[in-house]
């Protein structure tokens, strides 16, 4: 082996913009069968817009807005940013609106104290009230029941492909607001190139069931696979998925003997990147998992891990 090799290998990654952590990783490259990808920022855009904002039967709208959009406007999760935008805009207009037939300026809601709950939603006080918003599983956790026309409003959205969170408080669902993300241009072909590469791909992800099953068909995902569309047990799209159980379905892959790369953004996926055969971080998402991964990928561009696993098998027959 010479080090030389190695050296072009990486310095021609980081003209590619394919940061690899160390030789070690090389290995990995030539052994992955399968692919797990996030879905929100790996495989989408992550840039979402505010689509629907559903208050519930008696809320006040501007209420729930107002509300809402303070608690998103402290997080950075895509899903967080495009609720605060949305949110702003249309209070903006609403007042534009009363100005003009004389009525008075709200005062902004006042934010006390803000967490974020990863891969599940946010919770913060708003001017004095608990504000819980995400995923039914976070409402569920502090015991507020989600009414059956609400849930109704969120499944219908939700068939439409949109990302549908709840917000609550005072132990009561006050509306359902939507998201919808658009898939990036080149993950399409970026799957059709893993799949030439040996690998199967499956889409992993936090959200729905429904929106996953409509990116994984958008994209390619399952189709033409060597397994007729399912990996093993897991099958080729795996929703709803806690932080945690991210890591569970890598070891599900890994316990039928495949050899996992994984691809991801979010602090949410640092450990199933960790917990991978190969992680690979794009280079836009957190901290948490650049630093869990074996290689970032700088540009946004799903087709680069197509790339690194490429360049790296090559590099490898360079050195032998
Ligand atoms: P992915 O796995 O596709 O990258 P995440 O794990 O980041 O998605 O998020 C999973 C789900 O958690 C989202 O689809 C949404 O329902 C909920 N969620 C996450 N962050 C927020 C937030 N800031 N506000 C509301 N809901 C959220
Ligand atoms: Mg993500």
Same mark, same amino acid.
Do not use: Y
């Given at each position: ?13 980081? !003209? ?19 692919? *797990? ?10 840039? %979402? ?14 209420e729930l807005?107002r509300a809402v959009g303070a608690v998103e406007g402290a997080s950075?999760?895509?899903?967080a !940013? ?6 702003? *805009?249309? +209070? ?6 009363? &100005? ?8 902004p809601a006042e934010l006390e104290s803000f967490r974020n709950a990863?891969?599940?939603g946010v919770t913060g006080v708003v001017d004095g009230t608990a504000l819980v918003v995400g995923?039914?599983?976070l409402? #569920?956790?502090r015991?507020i ?5 609400? +849930? @109704? ?8 492909? $949109?990302? *549908?969170?709840?917000a609550a408080w005072k132990g009561?669902?006050r509306? =359902? ?18 799949? $030439?590469?040996?690998? #199967? ?8 069931? @429904? =929106? ?11 189709? &033409? ?12 799209? =795996? ?5 945690? #159980?991210?890591?569970?379905? /890598? $070891?599900?892959?890994?316990? #039928?003997?495949?050899? =996992?790369? %994984? ?18 971080? %794009? ?11 074996? /290689? ?16 790296? $098998? ?7």
């Amino acid at each position: 082996a010479t080090p030389t090799a190695l050296l072009v290998g990486t310095g021609r990654g980081a !003209q590619l913009g394919i940061l690899i952590k160390g030789p070690e990783v090389l290995e990995s490259t030539r052994r992955v069968d399968t692919i *797990a990808l996030d879905k929100t920022g790996t495989v989408t855009s992550g840039r %979402m817009e505010l689509t629907d904002v559903v208050p519930a039967p008696g809320q006040d709208r501007i209420e729930l807005l107002r509300a809402v959009g303070a608690v998103e406007g402290a997080s950075e999760h895509p899903i967080a !940013q495009a609720i605060a935008r949305g949110c702003a *805009a249309e +209070l903006a207009a609403a007042e534009l609106r009363a &100005g003009e037939s004389g009525g008075g300026a709200q005062s902004p809601a006042e934010l006390e104290s803000f967490r974020n709950a990863a891969g599940e939603g946010v919770t913060g006080v708003v001017d004095g009230t608990a504000l819980v918003v995400g995923r039914a599983s976070l409402l #569920e956790d502090r015991s507020i029941p989600v009414d059956p026309t609400m +849930l @109704a409003v969120k499944e219908r959205l939700e068939h439409e492909g $949109r990302t *549908a969170v709840l917000a609550a408080w005072k132990g009561r669902v006050r509306g =359902v607001l939507a998201v919808a993300d658009t898939v990036k241009p080149t993950s399409a072909e970026a799957i059709r190139q893993l799949r $030439r590469l040996g690998l #199967e791909p499956v889409l992993l992800t936090g959200d729905s069931r @429904a =929106v996953a099953e409509r990116i994984a068909e958008e994209v390619g995902i399952g189709i &033409g696979g060597e397994h007729g569309g399912g990996v093993g047990g897991v099958g080729r799209v =795996v929703a709803e998925v806690l932080p945690g #159980e991210k890591v569970a379905a /890598i $070891r599900a892959m890994q316990a #039928e003997g495949r050899v =996992v790369a %994984m691809v991801g953004d979010g602090v949410n996926d640092a450990p199933a990147l960790a917990r991978a055969d190969l992680g690979l971080a %794009m280079g836009s998402g957190t901290d948490a998992a650049i630093e869990a991964a074996d /290689i970032t990928l700088i540009r946004g561009d799903l087709r680069s891990a197509a790339d690194a696993i490429r360049l790296s $098998r090559r590099t490898l027959r360079t050195i032998k």
